[in-house]
């Protein structure tokens, strides 16, 4: 039987602190932390506490507190997940809602990529086996995706991903994320750019003998782990709805269509870390515009591959309307 959910996430913060994927000066924030966990606030309080007289985090004149004794600056950026599951710790439950998201996902992207769907929250509430309010949780975080929407009279439904969209959530990208990446060339710290770059290098030696999964961190690596050292929220949450880009090639690679044969972009994101860690910024973000300039013709084939070629059993709590 798991420990309590406040001893895990003791453990969980303790280890990931300890092991470096929590960084120095990174700020805690309470509700936060809750969010991500999927707990309420008070074993988060009590758990901030503990590290605090333990000396692993401090307080600062800001919210939160910071992780380390002494830290040298502030680090302002999201957490996930992956943080803790590289230190080798998680969070175990019954039913775990974010599991459940993660395949829910699956379903309404590949959907999303063959037009506008239904989605009936009751069947997909006895689908998954679990009560309205986790299937609200889920359909929220896919909502905050840009995966689905609520219409006022209708309900939820999945958000069409066709080649107009497909061009205007690349147009944002193009916009801002070179402007974050610049930005976060002189903030983020240099072991954590030569752990990018590492893992690229053991990707690229042993592709295409590697799982999609690992394609889908290493794009993570660049297109949201390094942003976050961007420094602006707001950019942060606009990016968010960009992320049904990320989701097309994830989804489609780890199961309709097979990896390509050539590098899909190992090379790219190595040329833009490096450039980050010889102070080139500018540089950087120019190299970062090129590759996403390149990335909407390959992601475009993709999808009208897989139009064409591919096929999906659609869920239950799926209806299709049209092909808009």
Request: net charge neutral; aromatic share 6%.
């Amino acid at each position: 039987m798991a420990n309590a959910l406040k001893d895990q996430l003791y453990q969980a913060l303790s280890t990931s602190i300890k092991s470096g994927a929590l960084e120095p000066g990174l700020v805690l924030l309470e509700s936060r932390l809750a969010r991500l966990f999927s707990m309420s606030r008070s074993p988060v309080r009590d758990t901030l506490n503990r590290l605090h007289e333990e000396g692993l985090i401090s307080r600062f004149e800001g919210r939160g507190f910071l992780v380390g004794h002494t830290p040298k600056r502030i680090i302002r950026r999201e957490i996930h997940a992956e943080a803790f599951q590289k230190s080798g710790t998680t969070i175990q439950r019954e039913n775990d809602w974010t599991t459940l998201a993660a395949d829910v996902e699956r379903d309404t992207v590949l959907c999303s990529m063959l037009g506008r769907w239904e989605i009936n929250e009751l069947h997909l509430a006895n689908t998954l086996q679990v009560s309205r309010s986790v299937t609200q949780q889920i359909l929220l975080k896919l909502q905050y995706l840009g995966v689905v929407e609520r219409e006022k009279y209708s309900g939820w439904q999945v958000v069409p991903l066709n080649d107009a969209r497909l061009h205007q959530l690349y147009e944002a990208r193009i916009l801002l994320e070179p402007f974050m990446l610049e930005r976060a060339a002189s903030r983020i710290p240099p072991a954590i750019l030569n752990r990018f770059i590492n893992d690229l290098n053991h990707a690229a030696i042993h592709y295409p003998n590697i799982e999609p999964r690992q394609l889908d961190t290493l794009e993570h690596h660049l297109h949201r782990d390094t942003l976050q050292y961007g420094d602006n929220d707001e950019i942060l949450t606009m990016l968010g709805r960009t992320r049904p880009v990320l989701l097309i090639s994830k989804h489609l690679l780890e199961g309709p269509l097979q990896l390509p044969n050539a590098d899909p972009f190992l090379e790219d994101h190595r040329l833009i870390f490096h450039l980050m860690a010889q102070g080139k910024g500018p540089q950087a973000a120019e190299a970062l515009k090129q590759h996403l300039l390149d990335s909407e013709t390959k992601v475009r084939h993709r999808l009208s591959e897989f139009r064409t070629q591919g096929h999906i059993q659609a869920p239950d709590y799926l209806r299709w309307i049209s092909e808009e």
